[in-house]
């Protein structure tokens, strides 16, 4: 799926913390700042983080389950051992990251750079989780319970925010990467984030990226 195809209605903004994890040592870090939302957008956003269950399978067929689940699994069985646990973890991201209409391995490779698959990380300024979600967008945007150590809570805050992020940059996402990782204009990270997602697939070949935006210093 191209990234700028089917926006599923998440247009909003919020700014992202994430921070350089303690525990695992490929992280990046950032050091963005928190700023206000509207009253407006802070509705879209709570609706858009609310902690529903997944109601359905977002794959086009069982065969296609199989083989994403199946590769996937075999990409990341050291990064998480447990066989359901490592499952239950993959049927989710893949979730999370069509109903915000991003691609599954881009969003593998964001979460292998910002924690290493870590679902308790924590980094030096306090964000937490796979995706590295700060604490306080659970009270400025969330409900009261939302648990950022929670693997559906995580992940469905850091896919909206990357989505939202896209939006604003009109696709471009070199720019929505480093917005999510408070270093707009710099290549460190989003390099990062693209050689993660090209090991879980050749999606990182296609042109989702537009033209003219190099994912190289300069």
Same mark, same amino acid.
């Given at each position: ?23 695992? +040592?490929?992280? &990046?870090g950032?050091? &963005?700042?928190?700023? =206000?939302?509207? @009253?407006?957008? %802070?509705g ?7 902690? %529903? ?8 067929? &069982?065969?296609?389950?199989?083989? !994403? ?11 998480? =051992? ?8 993959? $049927?989710? @991201? ?5 109903r ?33 979600v700060? +604490? ?15 693997l $559906? ?9 990357? $989505? ?10 070199y %720019? ?7 270093s707009?204009?710099? =290549? ?5 984030? $693209?050689?993660? !997602? ?11 990226? +537009?033209?003219?935006?190099?994912? @190289? @210093?300069?």
């Amino acid at each position: 799926m191209h990234l700028t195809q089917n926006r599923y209605s998440l247009r909003f903004a919020l700014p992202l913390l994430v921070g350089g994890l303690l525990f695992a +040592p490929a992280a &990046q870090g950032g050091a &963005q700042n928190y700023q =206000p939302l509207s @009253a407006s957008v %802070r509705g879209v956003l709570h609706r858009a983080v609310s902690d %529903r269950a997944a109601s359905a399978s977002v794959f086009g067929s &069982q065969q296609e389950a199989d083989t !994403w689940l199946g590769n996937m699994s075999h990409r990341i069985e050291k990064r998480i =051992p447990d066989a359901a646990s490592r499952m239950d973890f993959l $049927r989710t @991201a893949h979730y999370e990251a069509k109903r915000a209409g991003l691609d599954p391995q881009l969003v593998l490779g964001l979460i292998e750079v910002e924690s290493g698959f870590r679902k308790y990380a924590v980094s030096s300024a306090g964000a937490r989780g796979y995706m590295q979600v700060m +604490p306080f967008w659970v009270k400025e945007i969330g409900a009261k319970g939302h648990n950022l150590f929670h693997l $559906r809570t995580n992940l469905r805050y850091g896919c909206a925010i990357l $989505r939202h992020y896209l939006d604003m940059e009109n696709g471009d996402l070199y %720019r929505a990467l480093g917005r999510y990782n408070g270093s707009l204009g710099k =290549p460190e990270y989003p390099n990062l984030v $693209r050689a993660a !997602w090209h090991k879980y697939g050749d999606t990182a070949r296609r042109t989702d990226i +537009p033209k003219g935006k190099q994912f @190289a @210093a300069s």
